[in-house]
């Protein structure tokens, strides 16, 4: 009979161990656990796999490899920290919002509008004011909000935006001198702020066309005689970008 080294005996027990864990875990899918080689075994943490390798690849591999393996290791980790956290900071950018809306007339115009805005995936909570035509809303942490999906939902139910004011959740955003300043995926023009950096909660208003009233458009557009403030776009870094133009 073909007896087997200790190593090899390890690596067994190894894999019993970890298809006992496996069975075990009700919430681990059936397809997270697999093992690609003998030597190396994957296993999921919360949605990212993790390489555990075994002893009797390592005895295989010389001082070289083992190092090169852990570099690259080491190096893909922080390319997914950096990502996953840029990908929350911007999902957290917007925390909620002040409504207004033009040519409400009724009760059901105001829950024509509300049902419109609750389509929006990243609309957590909403709250009317028949009386002042505003709607207070929140926005889902774990979603990154659109302003224009806003825009074209009030649009859609037939009315049109007054004006919004939202709570933007800054972290070390920094203005340069020509009042520019990208946060997230993100571009923003702030009006009457500068040369400054932003942390925490800022309350701004949006002042793009169709974001108010078309007499206040024309004035700023006439006072700022910029491009990117008629159209709502500019260029950055040589490419076509969105620009949301903010007062705060």
Known sequence: MHSMSSCQICLVKLRIRLRRFHQCSPSTPSTAFSEINPGIIYLPLQGIPVMVLTYALLRQMSNKNINYILMNTIKNLI??????FAGKVSAQQISSAELQVTGLTCSMCSQATEKSLKTLDFVGTITPDLNKNLFAITFKKDKAVNIDQIRKKVEDAGFSIGNLTAVFNFNNTKIDDQGLAVAGTNVYQFLNAKS?????????????????????????????????????????????????????
């Open 196 to 248: 400054q950096t932003l942390n925490g909660a800022v309350k701004a208003s949006v002042v793009d066309k169709n974001f108010i009233s078309g007499s206040s458009f024309k004035k700023k557009a006439a006072q700022l005689k910029s491009t990117s403030y008629a159209d709502g776009s500019g260029l950055v870094n040589g490419k076509k970008t969105r620009i949301y133009h903010l007062s705060i």
């Open 79 to 84: 390319i997914l920290s950096i990502v996953l």
